[in-house]
């Protein structure tokens, strides 16, 4: 999964298409396009990914003519409840992830292809993109909208005020750690409440640990979790515990984020998409938000990958309102929506070639320019593994942050590979 496909690119742009007459011209659109509805399930419920959905739903409309009626869930309670409400009855479409998420449900047959859709946007994304969005039968699920990496973050002018460098290694990030908390600090801002969070950080020292290959065979349980790779990632992450924000089982991350802003603690590591948008939601100083990809571990693989998560739209095979629908994807494809969804969203970064976005300020464009200096990306173990098996392993998880004992990890460890072994052949 190269990211250099993820990265902006200038090209022409595919104008949507929102009727069958092969026009390509949604003011003409007519029959059960223009003036319906479509139902669309939301995670985006967050205050900022709200306003830039909003934003996006109402430019899709102006553009297709399609009145949309957006459905929001909290975004944990959605990602829950998936299965059960794409089997109930679903929104036409619903917002989503890509790669083996997205594959799962498709499988499941809980999601239309939408190979007609790609047939009119394809053209807008590079080959990565597209795979991204393809279903292991081959076909389209999924329209992609933005991706966005999980990294360091920190405030300069707190590094500037006490003269702290931005570590590139592991023995470095350890000692800015210790320095931290003699200072006063809290070293690493963490919150595990919602499960999920911490996901990322697995995933961050196992790739760095161990490489991309090796993190993807361990999501497909072709390598067991007892494996020794597995027993380092738990070793070096228990290094960390003595300086990892206490009580994280009980934080939502949101919290853990004020406590950034705040100048409280020191880093936090996870997602643009959640530090950087809490900062904008809570009126705090972006321009004082900073980052720096995850320090290196292993010098095999140094600082070559990362979770970069893409997030988009999938049509529900009970769509009740397809071909308007479809309209409204074909529309979300292009680079033009990409630009008006992120004139609000300043946190993610755009998928679309021919992306023009003056509005990408410096946490932006750094993403862009890291994700782009990676060798492969990853969509995040809850998006990489079968779904049973991310819900089983925030658990393991959880246990390990109360417990980060080497006698834990190695417990911990025959857990995870006892329900891999009954998840994946069962």
């Not at 049509?315 to 994807?329: G, M």
């Not at 890291?370 to 991310?390: H, L, N, S, T, W």
Request: overall charge negative; proline content about 5%; glycine content about 8%.
């Amino acid at each position: 999964m190269g990211a250099a496909g993820l990265t902006v690119a200038a090209g022409g742009l595919v104008s949507a298409c929102a009727d069958d007459s092969g026009s390509g011209d949604p003011e003409n659109s007519s029959g059960p396009v223009a003036g319906s509805t479509v139902t669309f399930g939301s995670n985006y419920s967050d205050p900022a990914t709200r306003s830039a959905f909003a934003a996006l739903t109402d430019s899709a409309t102006a553009s297709t003519k399609v009145k949309v009626k957006i459905n929001t869930v909290d975004h944990n309670s959605f990602q829950q409840n998936i299965t059960s409400y794409l089997q109930g009855t679903p929104d036409d479409l619903f917002t989503w992830f890509a790669g083996y998420r997205m594959q799962y449900f498709a499988a499941q047959g809980l999601a239309e292809p939408i190979d007609d859709v790609w047939e009119k946007i394809g053209a807008n994304f590079g080959p990565v993109a597209k795979q991204l969005s393809t279903g292991l039968d081959g076909h389209q699920y999924f329209v992609p909208l933005y991706n966005y990496p999980w990294v360091v973050f920190y405030k300069k002018s707190l590094f500037k005020r006490n003269g702290y460098t931005v570590p590139t290694t592991w023995d470095a990030y350890l000692a800015l750690c210790r320095k931290m908390k003699t200072d006063g600090l809290v070293p690493i801002a963490f919150g595990d409440k919602d499960g999920w969070p911490a996901l990322g950080t697995f995933d961050i020292l196992n790739m760095r640990l161990n490489g991309y290959d090796f993190h993807v065979k361990l999501m497909k349980h072709e390598i067991p979790w007892t494996d020794q790779g597995v027993n380092n990632v738990f070793q070096h992450w228990a290094e960390m515990m003595p300086y990892v924000q206490s009580g994280a089982n009980g934080r939502i991350w949101q919290d853990a984020a004020k406590a950034l802003a705040a100048g409280q603690a020191g880093m936090m590591f996870q997602g643009t998409n959640q530090v950087a948008a809490q900062f904008v939601s809570d009126k705090a100083d972006l321009d004082d938000l900073d980052f720096f990809p995850f320090p290196a571990i292993n010098s095999k693989w140094g600082q070559d990958y990362m979770d970069a998560p893409t997030d988009g739209f999938m049509l529900s095979r009970k769509a009740r309102n397809p071909a308007a629908a479809k309209a409204l994807l074909e529309y979300i494809g292009t680079g033009a929506a990409e630009a008006e969804y992120l004139k609000t969203d300043q946190w993610d970064v755009g998928l679309a070639k021919g992306l023009a976005v003056p509005s990408y300020n410096a946490i932006q464009k750094k993403s862009v320019e890291e994700i782009g200096r990676c060798k492969a990306v990853a969509q995040f173990m809850d998006r990489d593994a079968d779904p049973a098996m991310a819900t089983a392993m925030i658990s393991v998880i959880q246990k390990f942050i109360d417990d980060p004992s080497t006698g834990n990890i190695s417990a911990l460890q025959k857990s995870a590979e006892s329900q891999a072994k009954a998840i994946y052949t069962g």
